[in-house]
Structures are given as C-alpha cells and as structure tokens.
C-alpha cells in the first residue's frame, strides 16, 4: 500500500506487523500531517481526578476489581473533587475527567451534583468515565451539564471480551449499544482499546480500528495492556494467541495504532496516553503527540489517593503535584513547537 491511499483490512494488519523503519517513519509523517490538518498544532490537556478506586467488576486486566482485596478503597468527597476542579481552572486547563472504577456508591444524585457545581463554579468542560452505567445515570449527568463520556470497548472479538470481563452479564454488544445511546444523549463520545491483551490477535487489531470509524468516535484512547500482578491476565492465567497471530503490548505497537487511528479518524481527539508514557517516560508522551496524538491528560488526583487507583503498576507521574506536572508537560509541549490548547477542545467537525 502507498501513502495516501485509503486502507482496508488486510492494510491495517500489514501496517500493523510492519518493521521497516523507513516505512515506519513515513506512516509517522502521514500520520502528523493529517493531524496539522484537521485538529491542528495545539495539545489539549484534560486534568484527570480519579475519584474512586472501588469498582463491583472484576475485568481480568484491571487491578482494582473487585477482587482485589489487598487494595485500600476510596471516593473523593464533593468538596475534594470541586478542589481539584479548581486547580485544573488556575492551571489553564480545559477540561476535567473524572474517573472511577463501576462505583454504585458515586449515585446518580451524587455526581449530578457535583457535575452542576463544577460547570456553575468553574465552567470548565466535563467528561465523566464511571463504566457502564444505568440511562436515567446518563441523562441525569448530562441534564446536569456533563459534556463528554469515556467508554472502552477494550477489544472488538466477542469472545476475547468476554474472556476478559467474567462478571456480570455485560457483553461487548451492549458496550456499543451504550456508546451509541451516549451520542443519542448529546454527549462527545469517547473509546478505544488496549494494545496487546493476551489473545488480542492483528486481526482482532484491525477490527478495533474500524470499529473507530464505524462508531464515529469524539475521542479515541490507545494503550499498552500492562500486567497488573494481582489480576488474572498479570498472572498468565489467560491463554496468549499462537505466536504469530499475537498483538506485542509494545511502545512501537502503540505508536502504530495510535497513527493509523488519526489516519482512519483523522477529526477526532487522539490522547497520548499514561500507559504510553509508563512505558517510555522519557519521552513516550512526546512521540505519541508526534505520531497522531493531539491530547495530554495530567493527574489531577490528589496525591494520597493517587497510587490507590493502581489500575496497572509504575504508573507514569505518580509522586509528582498537579504544580510540577503542569509545568513539566507545558515545557515539553512548547519545545515540541506546539501550543497548549485554549478552550475546552471539543471535537471540531469538517475542518482541512
Ligand atoms: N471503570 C471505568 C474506568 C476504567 S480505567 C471503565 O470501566 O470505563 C480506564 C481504562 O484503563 C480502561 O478502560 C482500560 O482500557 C485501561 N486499563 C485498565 N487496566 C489496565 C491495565 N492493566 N493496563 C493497561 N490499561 C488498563
């Protein structure tokens, strides 16, 4: 396949198995062409507060399931998240996530709540990423002012996904269900998947990435699958695909997908993620904002809770204050000879 030239299935897996680094590097340029393109030259930051670690699922990859029992468990008050609200104002960003594991204690009322304080107080944009919750959740969230939802469908192989979520009746085919409903609801909607869960095959990769498109999706998270020790897939339990066929949960692997990504949607929000950054802390959040990324997510989390929301281990920034960590990614950003984004960075359609 040349450069410029649209990509099918059988493109994607061969991009995706490619290591000729000459023809690495022009899918790179492509890929930070498009993004000039459409999205241009700034990088948005979204604060991340991540507001509970208790969760009622036990997703095989994730180390705060409920299994977990080693793990200490908290939620934030109202009066903490609005704190760290504020701060992401002061610091100059756009936008708060807030992030939890599937927390029945974080009520509808709750985050509504909280949700209207942040937005009355602040005016910053809202992106909630709480799992899977009921549609009287999502509406209520939303009538509250909440602008945006992050929702993984983590692997577009059915049998892969329910291998890797064995709680509850959830299946992949509701997931897309949800994030269809989500956009019914008025919200920016945002997914992805991890790269390299054991059993994720090129194919299964491929499929992922159409189903980008297909979903017509506002945000798009890529990332490596990490080994979390207390997790199944952390401890092997779960069969790899035949050695061939298996996804590497690489930095080059991610590099790749998060490329073809802005290729296939080349509109959307493209984060360089902190399990790229875990990998490669040097210079993994770069690279990716070279290679299609447009996005940086700082924490937010107040230190003493930060290291409790251990979804995977050696998370990038885990010691550092929202201070040090603004001002640390604001000069990369700015040596790179891009701009910190202004505004709350919503999805701009049919730009370039
Ligand atoms: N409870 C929410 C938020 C989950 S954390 C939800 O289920 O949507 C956000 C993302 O982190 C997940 O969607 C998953 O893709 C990623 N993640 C979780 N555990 C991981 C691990 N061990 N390695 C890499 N990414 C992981």
Known sequence: MRPGEPMDRRDLIEWLRESDEA???ELWARADATRRVHVGDEVHLRGLIEVS??????????????????????????????????QARELGYGTVVLQ????????????????RRIKDETGLAVTLSLGERSDED????????????LLRFETSDQELYARIHPSLPGRLSDRFVLLRRLRELGYEVGSGVMIGIPGQTYATLADD??????????????????????????????????DSEQVPNTELMTYKVVALTRLLCPEANIPSTTALATL????????????????????LTPVEYR??????????????TANECVHCLSGRIVRMGRQIGRGSGGRRRGRG
């Open 209 to 242: 990435l159409q189903s980008f498109v297909e979903l017509d999706l506002d945000m798009i998270g890529v990332g490596p699958w990490l080994p979390h020790p207390v997790t199944p897939l952390g401890r092997g339990e779960l069969p790899p695909a035949a």
């Open 138 to 149: 999502l509406r209520s969230w939303r009538a509250a002012g909440a602008d945006r939802y």
């Open 23 to 25: 023809r690495l590097e």
């Open 53 to 86: 670690n208790h969760c009622v699922r036990r997703c095989a990859y994730c180390g705060i399931n409920v299994s977990n029992s080693e793990v200490k468990r908290y939620r934030m008050s109202a009066e903490e998240i609005l704190a760290c609200a504020r």
């Open 280 to 299: 490669n802390l040097a210079s993994g959040r770069e690279l990716g904002l070279t290679r299609g990324a447009n996005v940086v997510m700082p924490n």
């Open 307 to 320: 290291a409790l929301y251990e979804i995977y281990p050696g998370k990038a920034c885990i010691r550092e």
């Open 100 to 115: 939890a594991g599937e927390d029945y204690g974080l009520t509808r009322g709750a985050v509504a709540d909280v949700v």
